[in-house]
């Protein structure tokens, strides 16, 4: 069974920076891609960011891009999401996920697995 389990939410002021840690059980986990989502309320769930199974290749929503980093161990079991330069529109709910494939994919509808979340409130 695959649990997803994130850390590392909170409250920051506008310009900080926070990262986020997903602990991932079951095995494989070094085989396949994972990915951060976030949801603010009244919104629907968008795509953060997503790292390949090797960690080689990475990809991120426009808005992130230059703040924020994934990165992976696959020795632990974790995924981590570095977030700088933090913005008030970054406030959500942070989710971390799983998918059961290798390349980097960006849908929500593409992960199995997913993590109960972790909130990211930025004030200005």
């Known amino acids: 069974q695959v649990q997803l389990v994130e850390s590392g939410g909170g409250v920051v002021q506008a310009g900080g920076s926070l990262r986020l840690s997903c602990g991932v059980s079951?095995?494989?986990?070094?085989?396949?891609?994972m990915g951060w989502f976030r949801q603010a309320p009244g919104k629907e769930r968008e795509f953060v960011a997503a790292i390949n199974w090797n960690g080689y290749s990475a990809s991120y929503t426009d808005s992130v891009k230059g703040r924020f980093a994934i990165s992976r161990d696959n020795a632990k079991n974790t995924v981590h999401l570095q977030m700088n330069s933090l913005k008030p529109e970054d406030t959500a709910v942070y989710y971390c996920?799983?998918?059961?494939?290798?390349?980097?994919?960006?849908?929500?509808?593409?992960?199995?697995?997913w993590g109960q979340g972790t909130q990211v409130t930025v004030s200005s």
């Open positions: 996920a799983r998918t059961s494939v290798r390349r980097v994919v960006t849908t929500p509808g593409e992960y199995n697995y």
């Open positions: 079951g095995r494989a986990f070094g085989t396949y891609t």
